[in-house]
C-alpha cells in the first residue's frame, strides 16, 4: 500500500492521480477536508481508503498503525505562507512530519515529503539543496521555518539519511481552485483575463528589478509529481532536493503565456505591493537542480509556455480536474 497525506490537496492529489496512471490503486489517503471544495479532487481518483490526520496522528501515536505500507508520500501540511499560528504550523509541519518519518524509518517504510522552498528565505544564501545548508537559513515567514525545523532536526538526528525531502518552488497546475489566496499567480491570473481582459501586478521595491520583471522559478505540477515518484521510488536517492525547473522565469512571461493561450492581447497593470507582504517578498527564486540530476532523473518537462498553456486550455478553460 501506499500512502499519501494530503491526498485531497494540490499536490498530494495529482500525485495519486498519475500513480493511478501507472496502474496504481492501493493508496491510501490522508487528509482533513474541512469546509472548502479540496474534496472535488478526489472525485476521480481511484483509492481504497480514506482516513482523517488526525486518526493517522493518534494511530501513530498510539503504536495502532497496521496499514501494510510500502511508502509514504507526505504532503499533507499548512502550505499558508501567511499563517500567523505558529502553534498551529508546528504541529501540522513539525510534528506530524516527525511521527511519521520516524515510524516509517523504524518500521523500513520509504519516506518522501513535502519541504519548501520558502525555507530558502530571501535567497541572499543561495539555493543550493546540500542537506546541512538548512541550518545556515533563514525563512521570512513562519510557513518556511516551520518547514525548515523538520529538515534541520531530520538533519541533526541523522533521519535524511533514509528519507528524502522536497523542496518545491512555485508549483502550478490543475487541482488548486480549492486554495483560496494561496492558489498560483496562474490561476489568480487566469480568472482576472477572463473576467476583465487584464491582469495585475506587484510593483517593485527593489532597485535590481523592473516591475513585473521579478522572477520565481515556476514548475508545473506534472513535472513536480513526475520528480518526486522518482524519490519514492528510488530507494537510494536520500536527503534534500530541489523541485524546481531550474531555471527563473519573470511575472510578465508567465502572463504573457496566459494571454497568448487565451488568444487575448496582453494587459498589465501594476500595483502597489500591500505592506504586510513588502518585507517578507522573495524577488528572485531559482532551483539548484544539479543534484536532482545527479540521480539519474532526466529534467523537467514542461518549460513554462508549455506548462502554462496546457494548463489553461485543458484545465482552466473547461473546468476540468486531473482524471477528467
Excluded at 481508503?49 to 499548512?78: P, R, W
Excluded at 508549483?171 to 496562474?186: C, I, L, Q, T
Aim: aromatic share 12%; hydrophobic share 35%.
Amino acid at each position: 500500500m501506499i500512502v499519501v497525506t494530503g491526498g485531497a490537496g494540490f499536490i498530494g492529489s495529482a500525485i495519486v492521480w498519475e500513480l493511478n496512471n501507472r496502474g496504481e490503486t492501493d493508496i491510501l489517503i490522508v487528509d482533513e477536508l474541512g469546509r472548502d471544495e479540496k474534496w472535488k479532487n478526489l472525485v476521480n481518483l481511484r483509492y481504497v481508503d480514506f482516513i482523517n490526520k488526525h486518526e493517522m496522528m493518534q494511530k501513530l501515536e498510539s503504536g495502532t498503525c497496521k496499514y501494510d505500507i510500502e511508502t509514504v508520500i507526505h504532503m499533507g501540511a499548512n502550505s499558508s505562507t501567511t499563517e500567523k499560528d505558529a502553534d498551529h504550523l508546528i504541529s501540522n509541519n513539525f510534528r506530524y512530519t516527525k511521527l511519521l518519518a520516524e515510524f516509517c524509518v523504524e518500521n523500513r517504510i520509504r519516506f518522501v515529503y513535502a519541504s519548501s522552498a520558502a525555507t530558502y528565505g530571501d535567497g541572499d544564501s543561495g539555493f543550493r539543496d546540500n542537506d546541512n545548508e538548512c541550518l545556515k537559513l533563514k525563512p521570512l515567514n513562519m510557513y518556511g521555518y516551520s518547514k525548515n525545523m523538520f529538515d534541520v532536526y531530520a538533519f541533526r538526528t541523522g533521519l535524511i539519511k533514509s528519507i528524502a525531502g522536497m523542496k518545491y518552488f512555485n508549483v502550478y497546475g490543475p487541482n488548486e481552485a480549492h486554495k483560496g489566496d494561496m492558489r498560483s499567480v496562474v490561476h489568480k491570473a487566469f480568472e482576472q483575463i477572463r473576467d476583465n481582459g487584464y491582469v495585475n501586478l506587484f510593483k517593485s521595491l527593489h532597485p535590481d528589478y523592473k516591475d513585473g520583471e521579478q522572477k520565481r522559478d515556476f514548475i508545473y505540477v506534472k513535472d513536480a509529481v513526475d520528480m518526486t515518484l522518482h524519490f519514492a521510488e528510488n530507494t537510494q536517492c536520500n536527503g534534500l532536493y530541489n523541485i524546481g525547473y531550474g531555471k527563473a522565469a519573470t511575472w510578465i512571461d508567465l502572463v504573457t503565456a496566459i494571454f497568448d493561450s487565451l488568444g487575448i492581447e496582453k494587459r498589465i497593470n501594476f500595483i502597489d505591493m500591500p505592506d504586510y507582504l513588502a518585507p517578507k517578498y522573495q524577488y528572485f527564486t531559482e532551483a539548484d537542480i544539479e543534484k536532482l540530476i545527479s540521480t539519474g532523473y532526466p529534467g523537467p518537462k514542461w518549460d513554462i509556455r508549455a506548462g502554462v498553456t496546457d494548463y489553461v486550455k485543458n484545465y482552466l478553460v473547461p473546468g476540468k480536474y486531473l482524471g477528467e
